[in-house]
């Protein structure tokens, strides 16, 4: 079948339903189309090579992709981040008589924009529409502290209602985003869970656990956005406590994000020597770097919305194969818990993330070796690509008559 994928951000900007979903689409015979933005997420600066233009097509490993301008921008700033979405919004529904008529519409949502395109889309050439909803909105952005205004907020919400009904399937990342959109009046039997995967070409082959001790060091790593939503003045407090009852652990945060820098010089200020900020890294370098730690944590703002969203980066860390803590409740928290493949604490508990640390440092090397075997292999089963093009395939021919 003719698959339209229509989403704001798309490699080379870093996202796991981009170029890898689109390729395994091919693979398996549908004829892929992408309407995408100019890549500049999540700096806000477009990459080498390009430039705004009003339209721009690439032909990458065979799939099709038409770029339509947008103004870059991905900062602390409302105004920029408005202009971001809503000239993404207004140039992919121009976009959308540019493309091949599909036989169905996917949609990736953030940011809730991405509705109006997948509406004109829907509307132009009477094709199914698959949203595929990765953050709920406007519960993120208040959650984030993006948007505080409450008519801001309201205005959000009372788009996303309008557009999810119009969506003949809406598919969600976890269980709780289900129980929340039921709540809010969509029918059960039209939100399917498929659970996001991980880029799986950075992922290491063979990783193994190494059990801590006095005489090396213990490293903890954080890879990804540093952003509020992430709360990781939490973490640095977890290290100030460890450099006396874990003297071995080491903190590694790697990425970039509007509170990186804040969160460096508030590590330094707190002469924090167990802890080393590390750049953004390009996803290829990313396996060595997870291959090289001892245990890798996610951590979450204690908020409602979180305790039904499972991070992104949660995929990767079982697919490498080491023990994980996570440091966010409910939906993720029951997940590694069913995989077997770390351990859970409770967000923005600084001691409590230290005393999980000490659980992990202190654990033989059996135990930590069945974690990460159990991490792997669930999910290979249950989170990867395969599994969730599977899960997907299922439901374009459940729509596609």
């Known amino acids: 079948m003719r698959v339209l994928l229509l989403s704001q951000w798309f490699d080379p900007e870093p996202t796991f339903k981009g170029l890898t979903f689109a390729q395994e689409l091919a693979r398996r015979g549908h004829q892929v189309e992408v309407l995408?933005?100019?890549?500049?997420?999540?700096?806000?600066?477009?990459?080498?090579?390009?430039?705004?233009?009003?339209?721009?097509?690439?032909?990458?490993?065979?799939?099709?992709?038409?770029?339509?301008?947008?103004?870059?921008?991905?900062?602390?700033?409302?105004?920029?981040?408005?202009?971001?979405y809503c000239s993404f919004a207004v140039s992919a529904s121009v976009g959308c008589l540019?493309?091949?008529?599909?036989?169905?519409?996917?949609?990736?949502?953030?940011p809730a924009t991405?509705?109006?395109?997948?509406?004109?889309?829907?509307?132009?050439?009477?094709?199914?529409?698959?949203?595929?909803?990765?953050?709920l909105w406007p519960d993120t952005v208040a959650?984030?502290?993006?948007?505080?205004?409450?008519?801001?907020?309201?205005?959000?919400?009372?788009?996303?209602?309008?557009?999810?009904?119009?969506?003949?399937?809406?598919?969600?990342?976890?269980?709780?985003?289900?129980?929340?959109?039921?709540?809010?009046?969509?029918?059960?039997?039209?939100?399917?869970?498929?659970?996001?995967?991980?880029?799986?070409?950075?992922?290491?082959?063979?990783?193994?656990?190494?059990?801590?001790?006095?005489?090396?060091?213990?490293?903890?790593?954080?890879?990804?956005?540093?952003?509020?939503?992430?709360?990781?003045?939490?973490?640095?407090?977890?290290?100030?406590?460890?450099?006396?009852?874990?003297?071995?652990?080491?903190?590694?945060?790697?990425?970039?994000?509007?509170?990186?820098?804040?969160?460096?010089?508030?590590?330094?200020?707190?002469?924090l020597t167990n802890v080393q900020f590390l750049p953004r890294m390009p996803m290829r370098e990313m396996g060595s770097v997870l291959s090289d730690a001892d245990v890798l944590l996610v951590h979450l703002k204690n908020d409602p919305l979180f305790g039904i969203t499972i991070p992104s980066k949660t995929q990767a860390y079982l697919a490498a194969g080491k023990p994980v803590l996570m440091a966010v409740s409910g939906d993720a928290a029951a997940l590694i818990q069913r995989s077997g493949g770390g351990i859970a604490c409770k967000p923005e508990d600084p001691q409590g993330i230290a005393d999980a640390l000490a659980e992990l440092a202190a654990a033989d090397s059996s135990r930590l070796s069945e974690m990460a075997e159990s991490g792997r292999s669930f999910y290979v089963r249950e989170l990867s690509l395969r599994a969730g093009a599977d899960r997907f395939e299922r439901v374009f021919d459940s729509l596609v008559q």
């Open 143 to 271: 959650a984030t502290g993006m948007v505080r205004s409450g008519w801001i907020l309201g205005l959000l919400s009372r788009w996303c209602r309008f557009v999810y009904p119009k969506a003949d399937r809406l598919v969600v990342q976890s269980p709780g985003f289900k129980r929340a959109l039921s709540q809010r009046g969509v029918p059960e039997d039209r939100i399917e869970v498929i659970y996001n995967w991980c880029n799986e070409s950075t992922i290491p082959a063979d990783s193994q656990p190494r059990r801590a001790s006095a005489e090396r060091i213990f490293k903890v790593l954080f890879a990804g956005t540093m952003g509020l939503a992430q709360a990781l003045d939490s973490v640095l407090e977890a290290a100030r406590i460890c450099a006396s009852s874990l003297p071995h652990a080491l903190f590694v945060f790697v990425g970039g994000g509007v509170d990186r820098d804040r969160l460096e010089r508030k590590s330094q200020e707190m002469a």
């Open 36 to 84: 995408t933005g100019f890549p500049n997420y999540p700096g806000g600066k477009l990459y080498p090579g390009y430039r705004v233009h009003l339209w721009q097509r690439e032909s990458v490993n065979g799939i099709s992709i038409l770029r339509v301008p947008l103004y870059p921008s991905h900062d602390q700033s409302a105004l920029g981040r408005v202009l971001n």
């Open 114 to 135: 991405i509705g109006l395109p997948a509406l004109v889309a829907k509307t132009i050439y009477r094709a199914p529409l698959v949203y595929d909803i990765q953050d």
């Open 98 to 110: 540019f493309v091949r008529r599909p036989d169905i519409i996917y949609a990736y949502h953030p």
